[in-house]
């Protein structure tokens, strides 16, 4: 056999046969269909592998042959995983590391990782929190508006109405050839600091907002408008001539619409925290006690990549709740947040 072939009959034999190794000294169950010395492969073991791979690669093995072929990958596996014994490898620090990796990883999936664990948390745990960040759930429609202020006080507020009334003309008259005139017209002549600079862009804002901005007519009458149509409203600051630029729907996302995606994201907070407690309590039994001046001393290469595998993140895997990736693979399911739209 020649090299590639070889490597290409190791790996086939690994991934049919290495998804749930039984454990040395474990009993097997059914008759033997393979056997030979320190070597059983039974037909329910068989059958388990076979149960291991999808649908679509099971269509493979129906037949005899092709069921021995089968057979004969899972034997390649169990002869080089006992020459790997008879050489010692068994004791080798990277596989004692990879079996920690996958202990740590089942004892996680064991205590935070079994059952639905969205049903333990009560509606009315739900509900509050929906209530209390119903903001999440109902956001108000919004208007984008493009405007020059021309501020009036009580003494030049006619003076400056009649002056707005120009601008209005000047800008509609402009607008036919260029739509976006008012923000250079805004730059030149608005007399609002905070969106002078940005060409009159007042960005989206939903009708509380431009209430506690302009006031409650203001807000109206900037949502009754016709987008791209420029008029002047007038305000206590003095005169908006304004023209509604985008327009963001309102959304609202019911508790029945969210209650599940809310019990998940409860859930997997829970389990967190769990998880983090069970953490500590396993530091402070084991009195863990760290040695700063040598660990300071341990250099961190910053070139290259170490070997392949399931990395350092490995060893310390543990619910996530998002955002902070962490410092490896979380090993416990965690359900969806609630999507944002």
């Known amino acids: 056999m020649t090299r590639g072939l070889a490597a290409t009959a190791i790996a086939v034999a690994i991934a049919t046969a290495a998804c749930k190794p039984v454990p040395p000294g474990a009993q097997k169950t059914g008759p033997a269909v393979a056997q030979g010395d320190g070597i059983l492969i039974t037909a329910d073991e068989l059958k388990a592998r076979l149960d291991e791979q999808s649908p679509f690669i ?25 020459a790997a014994e008879k050489e010692g490898l068994a004791n080798d620090p990277d596989v004692l590391l990879t079996t920690k990796k996958i202990m740590v990883q089942k004892l996680v999936q064991k205590k935070f990782a079994e059952g639905d664990a969205a049903k333990e948390i009560p509606e009315a745990d739900a509900q509050k929190y929906y209530d209390d960040h119903r903001d999440e759930f109902v956001k108000p429609g919004k208007v984008r508006l493009s405007g020059i202020l021309l501020a009036a006080t009580e003494k030049d507020r006619a003076a400056r109405g009649a002056q707005a009334k120009k601008v209005l003309g000047q800008l509609k008259t402009a607008t ?127 070139s290259g990549g170490g070997p392949g595998g399931m990395g350092h993140g490995g060893m310390m895997g543990g619910p996530r709740t998002g955002g902070d990736p962490g410092p490896g693979p979380a090993v416990a399911p965690a359900a969806p947040a609630p999507a944002q739209k």
């Open 176 to 302: 036919k050839k260029t739509p976006t005139a008012i923000q250079g017209m805004a730059r030149d002549l608005s007399d609002d600091a905070a969106s002078k600079g940005a060409g009159g862009d007042l960005g989206f804002k939903s009708r509380d907002e431009l209430a506690r901005q302009g006031g409650q007519a203001f807000a109206d009458a900037a949502f009754a408008l016709k987008d791209g149509e420029p008029v002047i409203l007038e305000t206590p600051q003095g005169f908006w001539i304004v023209q509604v630029i985008g327009r963001q729907d309102e959304i609202v996302r019911t508790f029945d619409q969210m209650k599940g995606q809310i019990q998940a994201r409860l859930a997997r907070e829970r389990r967190t925290k769990e998880f983090d407690e069970y953490v500590k309590k396993l530091r402070d039994d084991a009195r863990i006690q760290v040695n700063d001046a040598e660990l300071e001393k341990v250099p961190v290469s910053t």
């Open 58 to 82: 099971r269509q493979r093995y129906q037949g005899l042959e092709k069921k021995r072929e089968f057979l004969d990958n899972l034997v390649r596996f169990e002869v080089l995983a006992k």
